[in-house]
């Protein structure tokens, strides 16, 4: 049967599972999703529609793809302004898929933005569709991209999305994605070192949330008795309640990079930024780097073994190996739990402290320590913003299920935290789902507090009022609450800290009717939280 080029796109995203579209208007696809019954997810602009299919897929872990569609071709206004959000995708490494207009034939070469060089330069594939008939190649390429190896966006700009082609000639088929195993000697080599290392320590990354293999990373740490962290990105893909976990960041973390003697590095790509560590004395330390593939092995650092293969399946052969070697036992060491215990306690005695104080303005971890108390930590979704929010979350937040917190930012792009929480939301819709943000944040989201209306999406915007935009100078703000009351949100401004659980169970309460709510703290500026252990230190 002869179909057009958008039609057969809808048509296969279907197959592919994907249940709704994000977009902002508009795309040469749209109508054809709507024709077929894929639902659109209107944000207000094309920045948010990237960036609300980028977090659905790193919320899902991948396992189910966002998906958005914006303008591009010839007048891509849309897609200069969609550029922010693929770039951060790129960024982080998120699987997300981009459909947009291409530049028709004929019509290349005509303006001052080269849109296909542009899209490579933020993206693991940028597919033109240069052929209607290829529409099935096309599509099968991207999803194998998205389901397969190191995650990242794919972007598919589509000429002319009237063409026709015939349905029957190549039949789609869903594309499952393949995973590789590591090389058996790498794993028995990475098993001596493990072995015979004194203080090792595993660094685990967001590779890992990727993979599923939250369980069988806390299988093999238990297994080897070995600390952990976890990478900003990768929070909650080790149980912060564990006797073993160690944190994010903070002066237990130095502690432990520092003390360690070899580093288990199990889907990070061990490049530290802006909001990662680097390893101290690495020279002197064993890295041994298990990694989907081979683009971060040896880049910032030596490393001495690698073992390149799913994270999953990467843990599982360590774990085989380990306990064959040792007849079950694993690694048998003094009290490594009570040292945890030990270097957290000092480390966030600090935090605690104020996570109980009585301050006004309200100190903001004060209202961190009260919505942990009000969340049901295994049921209820959490994100931050770029700034201080972050950068405290981070520090003290106890994350207990994956992506019961979403970390994000190699480079953190204000205003994601709406996106994430929108996410979460359609990932999740029975979770509470909360977006943690100062004024700066807020300012990047306002436009889109819409849709929350619109969609009836019951969302908690937390904000942190404190007059200042982190250390970037003073904050603007105003009468902000009563504009968003007056958009029809549960709005409440609060500045006392006894006040502080109550409003946030009103907001969580009006949530589950699908009704977003807006809840302001008053606090006071309060620059504290935890170091990112640097690259020369
Ligand atoms: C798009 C974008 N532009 C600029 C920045 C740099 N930046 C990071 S945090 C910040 C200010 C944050 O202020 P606020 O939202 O009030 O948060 P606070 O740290 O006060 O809680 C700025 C300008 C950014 N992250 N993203
Ligand atoms: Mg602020």
Redesign the pocket.
């Known amino acids: 049967m002869t179909i057009d080029v958008a039609t057969g796109i809808s048509r296969i995203l279907k197959q592919e599972g994907v249940g709704w579209v994000s977009t902002f208007p508009v795309c040469r696809v749209n109508n054809a999703l709507g024709r077929e019954g894929v639902p659109m997810l209107m944000m207000r602009d094309d920045r948010y529609a990237v960036a609300v299919a980028d977090a659905f897929s790193r919320i899902t872990a991948g396992s189910k793809i966002g998906v958005c569609t914006f303008q591009g071709g010839v007048n891509a206004a849309g897609m200069q302004y969609a550029y922010?959000g693929m770039a951060q995708a790129y960024e982080d490494g998120s699987p997300v898929l981009c459909i947009t207009d291409g530049v028709p034939a004929g019509s290349s070469g005509n303006s001052q933005y080269d849109v296909a060089s542009a899209m490579k330069t933020v993206s693991k594939w940028f597919g033109y569709l240069d052929k209607p008939e290829r529409t099935p190649e096309l599509m099968r390429r991207a999803f194998t991209m998205l389901r397969s190896g190191r995650p990242g966006p794919v972007i598919l700009a589509i000429p002319n999305a009237t063409a026709t082609y015939d349905e029957t000639a190549d039949p789609y088929r869903p594309v499952k994605g393949w995973k590789s195993a590591p090389d058996p000697a790498d794993v028995r080599a990475a098993a001596d070192q493990l072995l015979a290392a004194r203080n090792p320590l595993i660094y685990a990354g967001e590779g890992v949330i990727y993979a599923g293999a939250a369980e069988d990373l806390k299988a093999l740490a238990e297994l080897v008795n070995v600390p952990v962290i976890t990478t900003l990105k990768a929070k909650g893909a080790f149980p912060e309640d564990h006797p073993l976990f160690v944190g994010v960041r903070g002066d237990q973390v130095a502690h432990y990079l520092n003390k360690s003697d070899l580093i288990l590095a199990i889907g990070s790509s061990l490049s530290p930024g802006r909001f990662s560590h680097g390893i101290p004395d690495a020279a002197t330390k064993t890295i041994i780097h298990c990694n989907v593939d081979e683009l971060h092995i040896n880049k910032m650092y030596p490393t001495a073994h690698a073992v390149i293969g799913d994270a999953r399946l990467t843990l599982q052969a360590l774990r085989q190996e380990v306990s064959d070697r040792t007849s079950g036992a694993g690694r048998v060491v003094g009290d490594v739990a009570a040292e945890v215990r030990a270097a957290r306690d000092e480390a966030l005695a600090r935090y605690r402290q104020v996570m109980n104080s009585d301050e006004t303005p309200i100190n903001?971890y004060r209202v961190y320590g009260d919505l942990m108390q009000v969340l049901d930590l295994r049921n209820s979704f959490v994100t931050h913003?770029?700034?201080?929010?972050?950068?405290?979350l981070s520090t003290v937040f106890d994350t207990l299920i994956p992506r019961g917190f979403l970390g994000w930012?190699n480079?953190?792009?204000?205003?994601f935290s709406l996106a994430a929480a929108i996410a979460a939301k359609k990932a999740f819709p029975g979770r509470a789902s909360v977006a943690v943000?100062?004024?700066?944040?807020?300012?990047?989201m306002l436009g889109n507090l819409e849709v929350l209306l619109r969609e009836k999406l019951g969302i908690t915007v937390v904000h942190?009022?404190?007059?200042?935009?982190?250390?970037?100078?003073p904050?603007f703000?105003g009468p902000g609450h009563e504009v968003i009351g007056a958009l029809g949100f549960h709005t409440e401004r609060v500045t006392e800290p006894a006040e502080i659980i109550p409003a946030l169970r009103r907001a969580l309460d009006v949530n589950t009717s699908g009704r977003p709510a807006y809840i302001e703290f008053i606090?006071c500026?309060y620059?504290v939280y935890g170091q990112w252990v640097g690259r020369g230190e």
Request: proline share 5%.
């Open positions: 922010a903001p913003e770029s700034g201080n929010t972050r950068d405290q930012g480079v953190s792009t204000l205003g943000t100062g004024e700066a944040g807020l300012g990047y942190i009022s404190n007059g200042g935009f982190a250390g970037y100078g904050g703000w606090c500026q620059p």
